[in-house]
């Protein structure tokens, strides 16, 4: 199972992007999917986790100004970050686990840059 990770860039402090997080396998069961993020010199932290039906959890820090959302039709998982401050500035990855041809998987994406700017 590949996942593929876009829409990373550069934003200045205020503004919004909507990451994706696409998944591309044979026979795709995707339970949870996860953003996380790690900033220069700092450990990799979770940011957001939607289940196989919805339900979503965040980052106490993050909650009202980031949404998780996905669209099983495209085995797709998107973050709308709005509000950005410099201190989202980090690399965002996706993770997620599931199934694939009846077999379990545990994949990370291979991350995009957001970069906020003051």
């Known amino acids: 199972v590949q996942l593929q990770a876009s829409g990373g860039g550069l934003v200045q402090v205020g503004g919004s992007l909507r990451l994706s997080c696409a998944a591309s396998?044979?026979?795709?069961?995707?339970?949870?999917v996860s953003w996380y993020r790690q900033a220069p010199g700092k450990q990799r932290e979770l940011v957001a986790t939607?289940?196989?039906?919805?339900?979503?959890n965040y980052a106490d820090s993050l909650k009202g100004r980031f949404t998780i959302s996905r669209d099983n039709a495209k085995n797709t998982v998107y973050l709308q970050m709005n509000s950005l401050e410099p201190e989202d500035t980090a690399v965002y990855y996706c993770?997620?686990?599931?199934?694939?041809?009846?077999?379990?998987?545990?994949?990370w994406g291979q991350g995009t840059q957001v970069t906020v700017s003051s």
């Open positions: 993770k997620a686990y599931g199934f694939s041809d009846f077999r379990y998987f545990d994949s």
């Open positions: 396998g044979s026979s795709l069961r995707i339970n949870g």
């Open positions: 939607i289940s196989s039906g919805g339900t979503t």
